[in-house]
Each structure stands twice: as C-alpha cells, then as structure tokens.
C-alpha cells in the first residue's frame, strides 16, 4: 500500500488540451494531499504532443512520458501505460479535456464504499447523437442483456481501479474496453457513476460510427470468451460431439440397410447427410482442440516492444 494515485491518459494528437488538463488534474489532486504521478501514453502523434509532454516532464517528475512507436490505438496505448504505474489506484481519462479531472473524488469516494472498479457514465454526452451516441447506446444495451453487467456507458474512457485489478489481467487488443465486464466476470465489484463530460474544445475525435459496428464484433468475443471462460473445448466440443454423434447414428443405419437388405434403397441423401455431420463434427471437435491449445501455450501480451522512448 503506497496511499499513490496514478493517472494513465493516451492522447493522439491532443497537442492543445494537454497542458491545461495536467493543471486541472494537480489542482484536483492537491486538495487530496495524496502523492500522485500522470503518466501521458502519446500513441504516434504527428503534433506537438510530444514536445508538450517533454516539457511537462522535465519541470515535474511527476509527469511520466511513454512515446509509441506509431499509432497503436488506445487500448494498447492504457495497457503500457498502466504497465508504468506504481499507484494503488489506478486512473484513466481521456488526454482531449473531455472528462473533468473535478470528479476525480466522487470515483475515490466509490471506491472506498468497496467497489474494486469505478466507471464513468456520460450520462449527459456532449458528442455528436447520430454517429457517436446512438450506435453506443445500442452496443452498451446490447452489453447489459448479453452480460448481465449493468453498466450504462461501458466505454467511458473515465475510470478508476484497485491496481489488483489490472495486475490480473491477461487481455490483448481491443479487448480492454470490457474490463468491467471481465472484471465483475472475476467477482471484482465495479461500480459506477456520474461524471461530467465536456464537449471537445481542441482537436479532433479519432473514433466514427464504424466504432460501433466494430462494438458489436467485440461484443460477440467477449460474451464468447467469459461465457465459456477459458474453455473453448467445451463450446466446440459439444456442438462438434453433437453433429458427430448424429451422423454416426445415420452411418449405422445405412449399414444396417445394406446388410440386411442387400442395398441402401434410397437413402443415399441420407447418407450424404451423415457424412456430412460426421465430417462438420470431427472439424468443430478439433477447432476446440486447437483454441484449447492456444490458450495454453499463450504468454500475456506484451507490447512494450512498441515503445520507443520513456521518461521516467
Ligand atoms: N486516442 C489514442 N489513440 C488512438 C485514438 C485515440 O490514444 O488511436 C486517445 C485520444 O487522444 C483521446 C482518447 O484516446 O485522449 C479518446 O479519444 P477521442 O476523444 O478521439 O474519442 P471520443 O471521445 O471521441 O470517443
Ligand atoms: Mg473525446
């Protein structure tokens, strides 16, 4: 226990906000009287933003620098970022002024009521309604019905966790978007709140509507992946088993024709059919073999290969 806050923040060309929410975040935090660090993840900006960062960094220790190199989205960019952190309490927020640092005690509050996880909820988004609201409200009802994990606005980039949280997890790409469903899926408590989102000011936003159709995908896997938890023999297998099981009934009958009868009369589609389940069975059988393999010899991901500089 080390009583730190640590704030990971990705920005991609957000050379305009920076400086201002690092003001904003020391403000916050100074009537907390709690040591804190900010570590900025610049995921290939073609700006300034590095430069501001550097310069953050070299009048306050407390400002960490991870440059990428080039862009590898934001899940990546908070995966190294909270690879740096030594705090208890882990936060992140967007780096475009968006989300207001003011609420950084409202998630501490929660997370002292117990809660392992805090998310943040838009509930009054200043965003564009046709192409960014709408299609994430579709995918976060989707979210709530398929998961059970009653969270409104799954994606806010506004979050804070207990550092066991993300210390166990073994997630890649995308795929850290659901860390509260993941999360509450390993009985960690996740709660949320309201927080007060801003319109952007400065720069521009880096996600369209095809953020939600790529949603829905992402969805799908996850409902896969904690549905079935880490046994996708189990999912494959049966159905495989399954279709296996009833072409093999349908061989055995075809065979019972031909020895008793002399020929198969009619029934050759039938005996297509079998073949077919049978064939469909012995691939679904060994696909879940073969993710079941995966899964087992896969190391954690590691990116830090995607570093290019770090100011510590
Ligand atoms: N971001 C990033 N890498 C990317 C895209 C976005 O680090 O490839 C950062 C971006 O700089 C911002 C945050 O992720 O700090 C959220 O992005 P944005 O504000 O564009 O998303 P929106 O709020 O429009 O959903
Ligand atoms: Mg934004």
Same mark, same amino acid.
């Given at each position: 226990m080390n009583n730190m806050l640590s704030f990971v923040i990705p920005a991609k060309n957000e050379q305009d906000s920076l400086i201002q929410l690092y003001q904003e975040i020391c403000l916050t935090v100074a009537t907390l009287k709690r040591p804190f660090e900010i570590v900025f993840v610049d995921d290939g900006s073609t700006d300034e933003t590095f430069q501001i960062l550097k310069s953050l960094h070299d009048k306050d220790k407390r400002v960490k620098v991870v440059k990428l190199r080039g862009n590898w989205g934001k899940s990546i960019a908070l995966q190294i970022g909270f690879g740096k952190t030594k705090g208890d309490i882990i936060f992140t927020l967007d780096g475009d002024l968006q989300d207001n640092p003011h609420t950084i005690p409202a998630f501490l509050k929660k997370l002292d009521e117990g809660y392992d996880l805090v998310s943040g909820w838009k509930k009054n988004?200043?965003?564009?309604?046709?192409t960014k609201v709408l299609p994430s409200r579709i995918v976060?009802?989707?979210?709530?019905r398929l998961t059970g994990v009653k969270i409104h606005d799954i994606n806010c980039g506004f979050k804070a966790y207990r550092r066991e949280v993300?210390?166990?997890?073994?997630? %890649?790409?995308?795929l850290y978007r659901f860390i509260p469903i993941i999360a509450a899926k390993q009985n960690y408590k996740v709660g949320e709140i309201i927080v007060d989102h801003r319109p952007r000011i400065y720069g521009k936003t880096k996600f369209g509507w095809s953020r939600?159709? #790529? *949603?829905?995908?992402?969805?799908?896997?996850?409902?896969?992946?904690t549905g079935f938890k880490n046994r996708p023999g189990h999912f494959f297998g049966s159905a495989g088993l399954m279709s296996f099981s009833a072409g093999f009934i349908? *061989?055995?009958?075809i065979a019972y024709l031909r020895l008793t009868t002399g020929s198969i009369q009619n029934r050759h589609p039938l005996l297509f059919l079998g073949m077919l389940l049978m064939i469909i069975g012995v691939q679904l059988i060994s696909t879940g073999l073969l993710a079941e393999m995966i899964i087992?010899?896969?190391? #954690?991901?590691? %990116?830090?290969f995607s570093? #290019?500089? %770090?100011?510590a």
């Open positions: 988004r200043h965003d564009p309604s046709l976060n009802s989707l979210s709530r993300i210390e166990n997890l073994n997630l %890649y790409g995308e939600g159709i #790529k *949603g829905i995908l992402d969805l799908l896997t996850i409902v896969f992946l349908i *061989g055995v009958y087992f010899s896969r190391e #954690k991901s590691d %990116y830090t570093i #290019k500089e %770090y100011l």
